[in-house]
């Protein structure tokens, strides 16, 4: 095995296990082609955005922003949160999460768990609206002015690309320099962005493809709800900085019920993957049959499905929202059963 996917055998920090991720070939074709899983979902707290926050942080203390016994505030829907959760308590800092009833449930439960202030923004609204805006404003109000406080406002914190420059380093020697084509979802843009503008340092001629859900509009309209939790740029929120759109040489858009249908149909192969994650094998899978022979193609899985047994692999939840689908899930299937007989 790579050095680059070697974790340590003992650590004395959660945060050592950042990183050092495995690599799934979940599909190939007749000529060679290979999709790759870059499994996120191995890192602490189950999601690629524990390496963001701790690079939001180290960014903070070295800019003399935050010190010991401080506070962290960060507008989440879970992830980035459970992330800030690890290094928080790692560091001696309190940590307030402000959400929004739309998160996973397990998420929140989770970030309570391990020791978070949950504020919610919208107590009493409908939960079926999105409201990362308004997350933004209230954590925005509670630092300001605050001293030994910091919001470290993923959408717009350079840190957060920063803290994915190891996944281009993790891929590139996996791969030995072989990598023609990334894909991932974009949400705030940093783990894409920031993977792929260090990956480009490392290795020539590979494309970028961005990733969001339909509804979202970072590569244009029409807006509209979606469901596809943490990624996107809702309606009412800006296009995130860190959503460098000269390094995405391609923006699709997927929908939640091919979304979903994807990481219910994957999870059959025996990998539970998230809701955004399912987006980007869904547009992965879609293109493997017209691939040049002998392409490789790497998708990012940001975090993994169990975090949503109450909403994407929930019949009921799913059923509820028009969002079930057999005939979309046996469609995913019969091109993974094709496409996994290659290999």
């Given amino acids: 095995m790579s050095g680059a996917l070697q974790r340590p055998a003992v650590v004395s920090r959660m945060s050592d296990l950042i990183g050092r991720t495995p690599l799934l070939e979940l599909a190939t074709t007749e000529t060679g082609s290979r999709l790759l899983l870059k499994l996120e979902m191995f890192n602490p707290t189950g999601t690629a955005k524990i390496r963001m926050a701790r690079a939001m942080i180290d960014a903070a203390e070295s800019a003399g922003e ?19 959760c690890v290094i928080a308590a790692e560091r001696g800092y309190t940590f307030t999460a402000v959400v929004d009833h739309d998160a996973a449930a397990d998420k929140l439960r989770a970030m309570k768990a391990l020791g978070a202030e949950l504020v919610y923004v919208d107590d009493g609204a409908d939960g079926d609206e999105l409201h990362t805006a308004a997350r933004e404003e209230l954590a925005a109000d509670m630092a300001r002015d605050e001293d030994n406080t910091v919001f470290t406002e993923q959408h717009n914190n350079p840190a957060n690309g920063v803290g994915y420059f190891p996944v281009a380093h993790e891929l590139a020697e996996a791969l030995d320099g072989r990598l023609d084509i990334l894909i991932g979802a974009v949400g705030t843009g940093g783990g894409l962005c920031g993977t792929g ?6 290795i020539d001629g590979f494309t970028t493809i961005g990733v969001e859900p339909e509804g979202s509009t970072a590569f244009g ?8 939790s943490g990624t996107g740029t809702p309606e009412g929120a800006e296009i995130g900085a860190l959503v460098d759109f000269d390094l995405i040489d391609e923006g699709v858009k997927v929908g939640d019920v091919e979304a979903f249908a994807t990481c219910r149909a994957v999870a059959r192969t025996g990998l539970l993957i998230g809701g955004s994650a399912g987006g980007v094998v869904h547009e992965a899978l879609t293109r493997m049959p017209s691939l040049p022979p002998g392409t490789t193609m790497v998708a990012l899985i940001n975090d993994g499905g169990e975090k949503y047994m109450d909403t994407v692999f929930d019949d009921d939840w799913m059923a509820q929202r028009a969002l079930l689908s057999p005939e979309a899930e046996r469609d995913v299937e019969e091109r993974l059963t094709k496409l996994r007989r290659n290999r």
């Fill in 197 to 202: 503008r260090e990956l480009a340092r490392l």
């Fill in 221 to 228: 309209g029409p807006a509209h709800d979606y469901y596809q």
């Fill in 66 to 84: 935050l010190r010991t016994g401080g506070r962290i505030i960060e507008s989440t829907s879970g992830n980035t949160g459970l992330g800030l």
